[in-house]
């Protein structure tokens, strides 16, 4: 700016004095008034160069002021904002810090709570596999027909012996017809002791639920109903009714347990004819849940039976007692005649004793000079009755 207005004055400066020379050398024949108007209008020129000069140099020193006021300003602010910025910095790093560090130590706490669920799974993902195990071998139990007949005697033996107090049933029970049934119920007679037997007719169930088709499934369905019909009738030729030990016999009716809930179910819902022939020969089908329950039922009838035993018990000890309180009541009364006697002796005796001591004061005071009372204490001296 300043460079600008000097220019300008140096520029006007010249531009008159090539002004006043072109008219000196083209004004040979102008007249002398001529150039003292332009030397006026040059004076009066430089004098406004003059002014201008004054007003740019007070104009450069007012925008020198100014520049120092406005840098001082920026800098001033720029200070400030420098500070402000540093204090939000510090406090945004102090923040991020902390920030940081529960970041990082929730972090750790995550990664472990997830290290402990990985472990929790991978012990989860070992037992799946020890059961998937377990339920082939189990499949392989169930595929054999002996190992399958051993399954469903084991779960009559858990189920019965937890169940019942020992001297309630029998295992492996051998009948007269030699055949041996898996149990026998323990029950007075009527009814008797009820046989229970175990079958497991697993493989046409199986078969049927596997067919590809409604016929094939039907054609198993079917054999499900033979196979279980042929298990009533052999429990109810050889353990229906049939003597023990030439004393006892078995029950009119038995049990068959199927240790399947499932095949149970199957048989009640679809297959009509085994369970009328259930009922025809009496042997009734039981699955765990039901076998539960029947066990449950024999044991209340136990325990009943058992009481009206030892109520017979007591009746003749209470019998007993009665005799005993009789004879009580005889010596009690005995022993009251003894004692009213005693009471009698004790009461004659007293009176004696006090004749005695009368007497006795009597002679201590010398008062015998009576011959009656003489006669009288003699007569008082003889023994009583």
């Known amino acids: 700016m300043e460079f600008v207005i000097g220019a300008l004055g140096v520029a006007v400066v010249v531009l008159g004095v ?194 590809p088709d409604a016929a094939s499934r039907a054609v198993h369905a079917k054999q499900l109903t033979m196979d279980t019909r042929k298990h009533l009738k052999d429990i109810f030729d050889k353990y229906v009714d049939q003597s023990i030990d030439g004393e006892r016999s078995t029950s009119e009716t038995a049990l068959m347990f199927i240790p399947s809930e499932a095949v149970y179910g199957e048989l009640h819902a679809h297959h009509p004819k085994v369970i009328e022939d259930s009922h025809r020969y009496k042997v009734y089908l039981v699955s765990p849940t039901t076998l539960m329950a029947t066990l449950t039922t024999v044991r209340a009838i136990l325990r009943d039976v058992q009481m009206r035993e030892q109520a017979g018990v007591i009746q003749g000890e209470v019998r007993k007692l009665l005799g005993d309180v009789g004879r009580l009541s005889t010596r009690v009364a005995s022993l009251d005649k003894h004692f009213g006697k005693a009471t009698e002796d004790i009461k004659g005796i007293k009176i004696s004793a006090g004749k005695v001591e009368s007497r006795s004061v009597k002679i201590d005071s010398l008062e015998l000079d009576d011959p009656d009372e003489i006669d009288a204490a003699a007569q008082d001296a003889l023994p009583f009755d």
Do not use: C, W
């Open 18 to 211: 090539v002004v006043v020379v072109m008219m000196r050398r083209g004004g040979g024949s102008s007249d002398d008034s001529d150039g003292e108007v332009l030397e006026a209008q040059l004076e009066s020129l430089l004098l406004r160069q003059q002014e201008l000069a004054t007003q740019v140099k007070t104009s450069n020193d007012a925008q020198i002021q100014m520049n120092s006021a406005l840098s001082e300003t920026v800098t001033q602010s720029q200070a400030r904002l420098t500070k402000e910025l540093n204090d939000r910095l510090d406090k945004v790093n102090e923040k991020m810090g902390v920030t940081l560090t529960d970041s990082a130590k929730k972090t750790a706490e995550s990664l472990g709570d997830l290290t402990q669920r990985l472990v929790a799974i991978d012990a989860a993902q070992k037992n799946i596999g020890d059961l998937a195990d377990q339920v082939v071998s189990l499949q392989h139990v169930l595929d054999d027909n002996p190992a399958r007949g051993a399954f469903g005697e084991v779960q009559l033996a858990d189920l019965v012996e937890s169940m019942l107090p020992p001297f309630a049933y029998t295992s492996q029970a051998t009948l007269e017809n030699g055949k041996i049934v898996d149990y026998l119920i323990e029950l007075p007679h009527p009814p008797g002791p009820i046989s229970v037997d175990a079958k497991f007719p697993l493989a046409a169930y199986q078969n049927m639920l596997s067919a």
